[in-house]
Structures are given as structure tokens and as C-alpha cells.
């Protein structure tokens, strides 16, 4: 058992601030794309950038596994001082990432026709989404890449790194965004190409601190561990749980997304714009999460359960406050906020009367966000899991067909329902589970 101190506040915000700060870059991002397009001449572009970006949510998101099992891989192989087994779970992430982004890319013409057929956007919108998907599939090798880099040097506690990738391939991408759409007066392909350079540009920085550390640490890559199938037993065992888990998150965003669409191209935009100003609370929240990843997967594989309490503790209090601040955020600025990403009136409109739902929801999420990151250190897949089928099967749609009389409201109590459901079912199998693995 490792001697190291009990993790402290410093600890916690030595790797959540620059996490935060790359998980913001994100939705500023996808606010920069909502913007950009939001002050075109029509409505259709913003609602078609949506659709493409809800897509490639669901793909890339659903396949945000490969970050989250190795980072929890990695973080407990460094807590067990085995560096073999730290270089290992980067090579054997790398070679799934690669293996999945050629499988995407084979298949593109089948998943982009399924996609648009299940989210049922309007001609107009949809002819400008298919645009848009066949432009940035061609992103999957570097972002599938992108995630398991991001979520090594996470578990190694190395948040650096990670914000160098995430703030390179955003800075890159609004730059393009803005040549693109602005100046060369291209429109939703624009935005797409800009992604994918992006993407790319993100790949060679994050390869580059990788290598330079595969050479300056001790461990072998153990090329046997990346070859042989039965090798991949532990990451396949976590990630497949995971990966249904991400796919039921994902499932319920996009289900969000082709309800607004059917309400109308008004809600559909509108609530575009209310979704990327919870992403930019979301993002900022799970800095919290990566810290506790990190800090949790040490704890768990130096077998510390006093760390490990203190991690979840200290991570949680920070998460509280940072919500609190957002809700008074968006009490303050959600109307100045939603003027700066669209000058649509009727989508201004509308955003504005479903404004009050995005105020309280941080305090509503908090929970969820902050456990995600405990389980994902732990390795604790199954229960998240099974969390997540409860919450998006047996909770919100219920739920959502339950208040769907009231509309995009009943959709938005939906969400929240949700995520409180989340919450309360993670706090049960943290208390029941993850603890009692450990001996006090």
C-alpha cells in the first residue's frame, strides 16, 4: 500500500483547473458553430448543424469509453506502481481507436442514413446535415486518437497535456470556422472541415508528449499485450459496460434533440442554444470528475480507502460550489447569453421562455457528473451501467410521456428527472459498492 498523503484541496485543482479549462474550450466551441451559423440568413442552418452535431455526439460520445476506461486502467496501473501496465493501456487504447475509426469510416453511407431516418429533421434541415456528416466522419481516426491520449495522461494525473490537445483542436477550430463561414463564404460544410483539421491538428500534439514520454519512463509496451485478443480482457470487460452506458446517455440527448425537432424548427433551435449553454456548465463540472478520476484510480490500486474517501469528499465540495455559480450565472447572463448565440427573433423567443429550466439544472446534475468521475476511477463500469439503463428507460421516457402534454417544458422536466435519478442511484452503489471493496 502506497504512504502518499490523503488527497487535498490543492490535489483536486491541481488537475481539475486546467481540465476545466479544456472542457469549457468545448462547448465555447460548439457555441462558436451555434453563433456562426445562428447569424446566417436562415433558420436551416443552424437546425442542420444541430442534427450533425447531434450525430456525431452520439457516435463519438457513445464511443467516449475509450477515455473513460483508460484513464481508470491507467490511473489504477499507476497507482500500483506497474509501468508496463501503464504504457500498455495507452497501446492497447490506440489500437481499438484506430480499429473502430476504420469500422466508422466503412460504414459512413449505412449510419448516416439510419441517423437522419431516427431524428427526423425537415428536408431542408436534412439536405444540409447529410452535407455536414460526410465531411466530419473523416475526423474519426484523430478524435477517437484524441481520447484515449486524453484519458491516459489523466489517469497519470497529467492534466496538462490533455488542455494542450482539447485547447489546440478548439483554438484551430473556430480560427476555421470563422475563415471558413465568414471569410471564403462556405456555410454548414465549413463548419465541418473546420473540425476535422481540428481534429487532426489536436492528434499531432497529443502524439508528440506521448512519445516524448514513453521514452523518459521506465516499463515496456509489451507488444504481446497489444497483439493477442485475450490481452484485452480488462479493457474490454470495463469499456463494454461502459460503452452501453455512454450509448444510453448519448440515446437520451438525441431523443431530446428529435423531440424538439417534431415540436418544431423553432424549439429544435432553441433548444440547440439552451443545450450548448449546459454544455458549458457541464464541461466545467467535470474538471471535478477528471480529478476524481485520477485521484479515485490511484487510491483503488495503491488499495487506500482513506484516499479514496478523501478524494470523493474534496472533489464533491468544489463541484457544489462551481454549481451554485452557475445557477447565478445563468440567472444574470442566460438572456444576454442567448442573444450572443443567435439574433434569430422567434428562436430568442422561445430559448427565453425555456431559460428557467438551464438555471436550475447544475444543481440537479452536480451529482451525477461528480459520481461519473468517481465509478470511472474505480473501474467500477458495471454499476454505471446500470445506472444510466435505469435513468434513461425507467425514468425518462416514462417521464417524458408522462409530461409530454406540456410540451418542450415536459421535455426539460424529463432531463431533469434524469440526471437526479443519476445521482441518487450513483450516491447508493458508491456507499454500497465501491467503498466496501476496500478494507477500512
Known sequence: MRSDPLPQDRDV????APMILSNISVPLLGMVDTAVTGHLDDAVYLGAVAIGATIFGFVYGGLNFLRMGTTGIAAQEYGANDDDGVKVALGQALVVA????????????????????????????????????????????ATLANYALIGWFIGLQNARVPL????????????????FVLVLG?????????????????????????????????????????????????FFSVNANLLVRTMALMFTFAF?????????????????????MMHLMSFALDGFAHAAEALVGKAVGARNRSALEAAVRVALKWSLYVAVLFCL??????????????????????????LPWLVIMPLI????????????????????????????????????????????????????????????????????????????
Request: proline letters at 3%; aromatic letters at 12%.
Open 186 to 234: 462556405m456555410k454548414v460544410d465549413g463548419v465541418a472541415a473546420a473540425s476535422v483539421i481540428a481534429e487532426f491538428a489536436g492528434l499531432a500534439v497529443g502524439g508528440a508528449f506521448a512519445l516524448r514520454w514513453l521514452k523518459t519512463h521506465g516499463g515496456q509496451m509489451l507488444t504481446t499485450r497489444l497483439t493477442t485478443l485475450k490481452a484485452y480482457a480488462v
Open 98 to 141: 484506430l480499429a473502430i475509426s476504420a469500422l466508422l469510416i466503412l460504414l459512413q453511407t449505412p449510419l448516416a442514413v439510419v441517423a437522419l431516418q431516427l431524428l427526423g429533421p425537415g428536408p431542408d434541415i436534412a439536405a444540409y446535415a447529410d452535407q455536414y456528416f460526410f465531411i466530419r466522419i473523416w475526423s474519426a481516426p
Open 164 to 179: 494542450y490537445i482539447v485547447l489546440t483542436i478548439n483554438v484551430t477550430n473556430i480560427v476555421l470556422d470563422l475563415l
Open 13 to 16: 485543482w491541481r488537475i481539475a
Open 256 to 276: 431530446i434533440t428529435a423531440v424538439g425537432a417534431r415540436l418544431g424548427g423553432m424549439v429544435l433551435a432553441a433548444n440547440a442554444v439552451l443545450i450548448n
Open 329 to 354: 450565472f445563468f440567472l444574470v447572463a442566460g438572456k444576454p447569453l442567448v442573444r450572443l448565440l443567435t439574433d434569430l427573433p422567434d428562436v430568442i423567443a422561445v430559448a427565453d421562455r425555456y
Open 365 to 440: 446534475a452536480v451529482w451525477s457528473y461528480l459520481y461519473d468521475g468517481v465509478f470511472v476511477g474505480a473501474t467500477r463500469a458495471r454499476e454505471m451501467r446500470d445506472i444510466m439503463l435505469i435513468s434513461s428507460f425507467l425514468v425518462f421516457i416514462p417521464a417524458w410521456y408522462a409530461f409530454g402534454f406540456l410540451g418542450n417544458h415536459g421535455l426539460w422536466l424529463a432531463l431533469g428527472l434524469f440526471l437526479a435519478s443519476r445521482g441518487i442511484g450513483m450516491h447508493y452503489y458508491y456507499r454500497a459498492r465501491v467503498l466496501t471493496a476496500i478494507p477500512a
